[in-house]
């Protein structure tokens, strides 16, 4: 059983360029949820996608959107990088029809914006 | 808005029990969970408590959850050079538009030989 997957592990940008990072989510899980972790913090969430629709968004431009596609998998679009977007981007899945939302995380993808 | 704190560094010695703490201001919580990072990865989960319960063990790990004083600890039994990584604290509560997760900063805990 193939847990989340991230693509890709690292990449390599300079500011104004865009960037899109891929999560495909553990089998049978069909919420995904970004997380942006900066260098020495706790992850910080960005939003969550269920059935092809963000359902939460938290303290994030627009610049920051995303996609979700009838197989569960999540797309994360960043537009006009900063310097300050630099992180380790983490999706997590989770599986919104149980009670229990326990998320469960990919390895993430780094981020360097120069 | 929520949040949620921690220490940020903890050492102990091969052998000792760890305990790392965590304060949360959400009274609305439903869970709460601990998760592992190790250098260069992302995050796995150790194990969780749901709010109506104050304690929770899963072999090494011990969890108390303080509901008044919105306090949760993890205690490691015997911990091992292979425990060191980054622990965060995280709390959930379900509103309409679904689930909400908050993470602490995380405690970096030292296992010193």
């Known amino acids: 059983d193939a847990g989340v997957t991230q693509s890709p592990t690292h990449l390599i940008k300079t500011r104004g360029q865009q960037v899109t990072l891929r999560c495909s989510p553990k089998?049978?899980?069909?919420?995904v949820s970004w997380y942006q972790q900066a260098l020495g913090q706790g992850p910080q969430f960005i939003f969550q996608?269920?059935?092809?629709?963000?359902?939460q968004r938290g303290n994030f431009p627009d610049r920051f959107s995303g996609h979700q596609f009838p197989n569960y998998s999540s797309e994360l679009n960043v537009n006009a990088l900063l310097l300050g977007d630099s992180a380790l981007y983490l999706c997590?899945?989770?599986?919104?029809?149980?009670?229990?939302?326990?998320?469960?995380f990919g390895p993430g993808t780094r981020l360097l914006v120069l | 808005g929520e949040d949620v704190e921690q220490s940020l560094f903890l050492s102990v010695r091969e052998g000792d029990s760890s305990v790392i703490n965590c304060t949360y201001t959400d009274s609305s919580s439903t869970y709460l969970y601990w998760y592992k990072q190790e250098p260069g990865a992302g995050l796995q989960l150790l194990t969780y408590?749901?709010?109506?319960?104050d304690m929770k063990q899963d072999q090494r790990l011990t969890v108390l959850l303080n509901k008044k004083d919105k306090h949760l600890s993890l205690r490691i039994a015997d911990t091992q050079t292979g425990d060191s990584a980054i622990y965060f604290c995280?709390?959930?509560?379900?509103?309409?538009?679904?689930?909400?997760?908050?993470f602490g900063p995380g405690t970096r805990l030292s296992v010193l030989p």
């Open positions: 089998s049978g899980h069909d919420t």
């Open positions: 996608y269920y059935e092809e629709e963000e359902r």
């Open positions: 408590i749901f709010s109506n319960m």
């Open positions: 995280a709390e959930s509560a379900r509103d309409n538009y679904g689930q909400n997760f908050v």
């Open positions: 997590a899945s989770s599986s919104a029809g149980g009670r229990r939302e326990t998320q469960y």
